[in-house]
């Protein structure tokens, strides 16, 4: 027994051994370095805007997850003296995107019927990018709508607000996601009355009673499967007290004007915001030692690399870097954020689409972009990249496109320049 004892032992330590040769020996495999996410730029129609904040710029987890909050800054209402839902103004706005090598999560999760996002002035959003390939290039482009649907929210809000106001929930206290998702879900019940008014009948008095009720019927069918008894109480409440129902009927009826005119002017509006990712520079390879090898004769051409710093506030930056007529320049952003204004967003190398200066030294090219020189030639756009051949001799100087004001610049970035000397 002794002896069986001891050669079971040998075998467990066997086995832990060659477990742990095996461990040893497997590959290890590293979570993906992370490039970083920034806010490109927005573009505003009229009152209708959208303010983003970034939370987490940086992908720290494996996916490269940005974070960035979202928030409904439309000034509609303002002009009514009409407040909204929980206090807030304006209209709630139906997002739609457009991705290049990203997809995209949101929380609060509070979707449509048909997985529409709605970006709703009570309730921020927090958008996250992702990735789909950490080496590349990505955008995510939200843009924001008033549409039809849109609007049905925004009505349901109210009613949902005219009941909570009318009958005091008491001790029930309704998050903002619950009391979204609840006039989502139930918003689709006045989808008829909502396309008939748009084409211009106005419900009168008996009808705008109806679709109260209508709705209030849906809303506390949808608080039920939730689980929310507080909302469905009230609901419930209102709708067995008939002078309540008449006097919200009242206030929607009287409203309606508002909205439609509304509508009517801001319908195909949009206000865009794009999240764009840049990935982190590819890493060298290390190679094994090369043999001796001959000696190349004088003309093959040689490469070097030098990493420097750009600064938003300093006119043309002598980079020390001397090149030939012939040479192949190769210049490409790394890393880092910068503005032309300080009032306005920090963005990469590309600089803010849309906005242009006659006066900068590429007139034609994003203002906030990276532009570059050679000796006394002309100025050209770099942007996140460009491999262009000298056509005299002189240094690289590298600027930030934009006027020779550079008093309210920020911000700096990382460039790599490669020469190919010829």
Avoid at 336 to 357: E, H, L, Q, S, V
């Amino acid at each position: 027994m002794h002896h069986f004892s001891r050669n079971i032992r040998w075998v467990l330590f066997l086995l832990l051994g060659l477990t742990w040769v095996a461990h040893a020996q497997s590959p290890v495999r590293a979570a993906p370095r992370c490039g970083f996410w920034s806010q490109y730029g927005t573009s505003a129609e009229k009152d209708l805007r959208i303010q983003v904040a970034t939370k987490i710029n940086r992908g720290t987890d494996s996916a490269c997850t940005g974070k960035f909050t979202f928030h409904n800054d439309t000034s509609v209402f303002d002009k009514t003296g009409f407040t909204g839902f929980l206090g807030s103004s304006g209209y709630t706005l139906e997002l739609q995107t457009e991705l290049n090598n990203a997809q995209i999560k949101w929380e609060p999760h509070v979707v449509g019927l048909n997985n529409e996002i709605y970006l709703i002035p009570s309730l921020d959003l927090d958008i996250l990018p992702i990735p789909l390939n950490v080496n590349a290039e990505g955008s995510a482009t939200l843009r924001g709508k008033m549409t039809s649907s849109a609007l049905r929210i925004d009505i349901a809000f109210f009613l949902l607000q005219s009941a909570l106001t009318a009958l005091p929930a008491g001790n029930c206290i309704a998050p903002p996601d619950i009391l979204a998702l609840v006039a989502i879900r139930a918003s689709g019940v006045l989808a008829t009355d909502i396309g008939l008014a748009l084409k211009g009948h106005i419900p009168d008095k008996h009808e705008a009673e109806q679709m109260v009720i209508d709705f209030y019927n849906k809303a506390q069918q949808v608080a039920q499967d939730l689980a929310n008894n507080c909302i469905a109480e009230v609901l419930k409440a209102v709708l067995g007290k008939p002078a309540v129902i008449v006097l919200i009927a009242a206030q929607f009826e009287g409203k309606f004007a508002v909205w439609f005119i509304d509508n009517w002017q801001y319908h195909n509006q949009s206000v865009d915001a794009t999240l764009a990712y840049v990935p982190p520079p590819k890493p060298s390879v290390p190679t094994d030692t090369p043999k001796p090898q001959p000696a190349p004769p004088p003309t093959t051409a040689s490469n070097t690399a030098t990493t420097v710093l750009v600064n938003a506030n300093q006119d043309w930056q002598n980079t020390a870097i001397p090149v030939t007529s012939g040479d192949r320049v190769d210049i490409t952003y790394i890393s880092g954020m910068w503005t032309f204004d300080r009032n306005i967003a920090k963005t990469d190398a590309r600089g803010k689409p849309g906005f242009t200066n006659a006066e900068a030294p590429v007139p034609n090219a994003n203002l906030g972009a990276l532009v570059a020189k050679i000796g006394s030639s002309s100025p050209f756009l770099v942007g996140l990249h460009v491999s262009t051949i000298a056509r005299e001799a002189g240094t690289i100087y590298l600027r930030i496109n934009d006027t020779a004001d550079i008093s309210d610049n920020e911000g700096s970035i990382q460039v790599e320049i490669k020469v190919q000397h010829s």
